[in-house]
């Protein structure tokens, strides 16, 4: 008989220069309870991962779901994808409002059409038909300059977007992740997170990798794919984060962080920000959560 494999998940909570808080390090080390629990029960990795970033998105603690920052004008508008390495299907929504599972409401894109991305207020109406749960924010509309936007210098928040990767005992890799952008956006603007290949990409041949960090590199060397297609060629896992992470930065002056997952059970967490809000866990022991990585 062959031997399953043994389960395994990572999960960030986005790559920058603050370190988390002690309810950050918590709320990630319970998102990797949550996604270990389904891979215990012999769940499938794409159930772990999107059960894992409900929980982040749920706390209100980082950049997604009920946390999500505001684009200029006032408004949160979100991002999510999900990708099943098994047979390549993949779901992504990008600039919903309202909705406080963007993940859920990109897995149902997923299993449910033979689309890859749903955006805007057709892809809220999509995810309220499958009842995806909603949340009222206290969001006042801004009346927009832009002129004076365009000049607006950029903050920062200290929250990040969330991810996961994972393994379950079938050998199947899955990725996923949700945001709500960046500090400083126009309305409108969309990131890494819902392009596949760019912020999120899975691949049994190869590797799961879940982006975060500043979009706009990211999406520029369509990074999650490109570190998949290194480990297809033999690099391991660290290796290839590390290289990709040194082209981020020395082409296109990114900065970002990354969790990869080989169907082997390698893995990597590698980040060129000072901090990386992230863990991973085998279910033996206590789930490993820190700042700083490798
Ligand atoms: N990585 C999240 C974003 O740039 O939107």
Redesign the pocket.
Known sequence: MKRPFSPLILVHGGAGKRRMTRMQADCLAEALAAGHEVLRRDGAALMAVESSIQLLEASGLFNAGRGANRQLDGVQRM?ASIMDGADLRAGAVASVEGILHPIAAAKLVLEKTDHVLLVGPSAGRFARHFNVLRYRSSQKRVRMDYTALLNRRRTRSGHG?VGAVALDRSGTISAGAS?G??DTMLPGRV???PLIGC?VYADNRSAAVS??????G?IRLAIAKSVCDRLRMGTGPEKAAKALLHELVTRVGGRAGMLVVSPSGQFALVHVTPYMAAGWWNGTNRPTVKAVWP
């Open positions: 991002d977007t945001t952008g960046i990131g890494d997170t912020g982006m975060t960090g500043l979009g706009e990211i």
